[in-house]
């Protein structure tokens, strides 16, 4: 199964070296604070380099610049999950109320997967910048 992770340039090598180990899902607590949900490793099935989510909050720095496709291993497809059933399973386990207002109003969040747990780096097989001609590719 083919999916995308996109990032901005300087956690490029770390990724790389290490693997999708730091994604985070906020979730709204009960005093309206952000909370955040460890080790899920935020994907998607859209390859294009306009991502909605990008734009979304006041982060200083493209988080599109690159793209790396990871190919998920099928015995490992276990622990990939839409953003719809995560955010059902968050839902059952902390209340209706979990979810960000607005999170999830946009129709790309169709396209998000999130993967329970660590995305290993050999599962990495491209890395493509943004800037036209300019493809990295790995292993």
Known sequence: MKLYHFCAPQFLD????????????????????????????WMTVNP???????????IHYDRTAYRLTYAIPK?????????????????RKFGEGCILPGFDDDADANNWRIF????????????????????????
Not at 83 to 91: N, P, V
């Open 75 to 91: 015995n490992e497809r276990s622990h990939l999950l839409t953003w719809w059933e995560l955010k059902a399973r968050m839902q």
């Open 116 to 139: 329970l747990g660590r995305v290993k780096p050999g599962w990495l097989r491209a890395v493509k910048a943004k800037a036209e001609n300019a493809a990295v590719l790995t292993r």
């Open 48 to 58: 294009l380099f306009e991502q909605s989510w990008n734009g979304m909050v006041s």
């Open 14 to 41: 770390g990724i790389q070296e290490n693997g999708l180990i730091l994604g985070m899902t906020p979730l709204c607590g009960k005093q309206k604070q952000i909370l955040w949900l460890r080790n899920t490793q």
